[in-house]
């Protein structure tokens, strides 16, 4: 995994992230990088990663990709209002990389388009999503 944030912006992940072992890995304005290495307990019983595993790293690397503020100080947060995933392929690499851009939005909601690869470059996943801005604090 590279890592890409500043260090004074680093958050500690959510209880389902470190469950999951997602990492948000790069995070600027309008884009974030989550990633995550395949383990056994992201399997469905077919041994193949299953679709909520990509559909959460989608709707964490899209919201956090609206939530950027630069300041370490003020933390933004959003929660999703609607999220579409169109699963387009199997992973066959060891690591999952989701990367998100915001795409418009207004003073209090942004729209987001995202894509999971793995580590060999195979798009998996992508997605839209719409995400309303909570207050910051």
């Not at 890592?3 to 995070?27: A, C, H, M, V, Y």
């Not at 990509?54 to 003020?74: H, P």
């Not at 690499?93 to 942004?110: D, P, R, W």
């Not at 894509?115 to 839209?128: F, K, M, N, P, Q």
């Amino acid at each position: 995994m590279s890592n890409k944030i500043d260090p004074t912006l680093r958050e500690t992940p959510s209880p389902l992230s470190q469950t999951l072992g997602f990492e948000l890995t790069d995070w600027t304005e309008g884009f974030a990088r989550v990633e995550a290495p395949l383990a056994d307990h992201l399997m469905n019983r077919q041994g193949l990663p299953h679709g909520g595993v990509y559909a959460a790293m989608l709707d964490t690397a899209m919201g956090f990709a609206g939530c950027y503020t630069g300041d370490a100080k003020v933390r933004q947060n959003a929660l999703t209002l609607s999220m579409t995933v169109n699963y387009l392929s199997r992973a066959t690499g060891n690591h999952l990389i989701a990367e998100a851009h915001v795409t418009g939005g207004g003073k209090s909601t942004f729209f987001s388009r995202g894509e999971v690869r793995d580590d060999t470059g195979t798009l998996i996943v992508e997605g839209t999503g719409v995400f309303k801005l909570r207050a910051r604090s």
